[in-house]
């Protein structure tokens, strides 16, 4: 049972829209920044987006991340097939004194 | 470029110990945090622990999990960190990745990732 919340697995078609929810408390989302991380079939996981929406050097702006209160989402636009992976989102838990990630969700693109 | 590579995993028995390596280049391992993160066959992304720069005390937090078990170092002036794994259970059984952290106000974030290594306690 992870302390942040996904969904299982999304799946939509290629040049869609989809979103990946992220859902914690006071704790960790609430208080904290959160960071998704990408993970395709047999790779390291790689940094998405951090500090709730900046995007890294390099990585397309199909991405973007968005925060309200204590959910967060991840939203990928015009998807391609490369874009099926894994997706993480993560934040520090000041309660815990770790650092949360969610269980992951399984993106499928039809 | 910003490199991570990790070395040292491999299969152990239950209770013994396995030191875990991150050689780091390409940018000044000194200046950051470095973390240890996991993943179980099959399942998802673990936080394991990390060490602060010297800067901030060089300290060490960890999950519950490993808490008392593993222990984590760094040696800045060969740029690498170390996972020291004791007491190991089946259930460590996992690809241990090396990433380095950065830290802001209210945040904290991994990139990059090294590749890996697979560690495997089983009789």
């Known amino acids: 049972q992870s302390v942040l919340t996904q969904p299982p697995s999304v799946s939509e078609a290629p040049r869609q829209r989809v979103t990946i929810s992220c859902s914690g408390s006071?704790?960790?989302?609430?208080?904290?920044?959160v960071n998704w991380y990408q993970q395709l079939p047999g790779k390291a996981p790689k940094l998405l987006i951090y500090?709730?929406?900046l995007l890294p050097s390099g990585v397309s702006d199909r991405f973007s991340g968005s925060k309200s209160g204590t959910s967060a989402s991840l939203a990928i636009s015009g998807l391609q097939s490369e874009d099926e992976a894994d997706y993480y989102c993560?934040?520090?838990?000041?309660?815990?004194?770790?650092?949360?990630f969610g269980g992951g969700t399984k993106l499928t693109v039809l | 470029e910003v490199q991570l590579v990790e070395s040292g995993g491999g299969l152990v028995q239950p209770g013994r110990s396995l030191r875990l390596s991150c050689t780091a280049s390409?940018?000044?391992?000194?200046?950051?945090?470095m973390s240890w993160v996991r993943q179980a066959p099959g399942k998802g992304l673990e936080w394991v622990g990390f060490?602060?720069?010297?800067?901030?005390?060089?300290?060490?937090e960890y999950a519950a999990s490993v808490k008392g078990r593993f222990t984590i170092s760094r040696d800045d002036s060969k740029s690498i960190a170390y996972l020291q794994m004791n007491s190991l259970k089946t259930e460590d059984t996992a690809v241990y990745y090396c990433?380095?952290?950065?830290?802001?106000?209210?945040?904290?974030?991994?990139?990059?990732w090294g590749q890996g290594t697979l560690v495997t306690v089983s009789s």
């Open positions: 390409g940018f000044t391992f000194g200046d950051y945090a």
């Open positions: 990433t380095r952290e950065s830290i802001a106000v209210g945040g904290n974030w991994f990139d990059p």
């Open positions: 500090y709730d929406d």
């Open positions: 060490i602060r720069s010297k800067a901030y005390g060089g300290t060490t």
């Open positions: 993560a934040a520090w838990d000041d309660s815990l004194n770790v650092v949360v």
């Open positions: 006071s704790s960790n989302i609430g208080n904290n920044a």
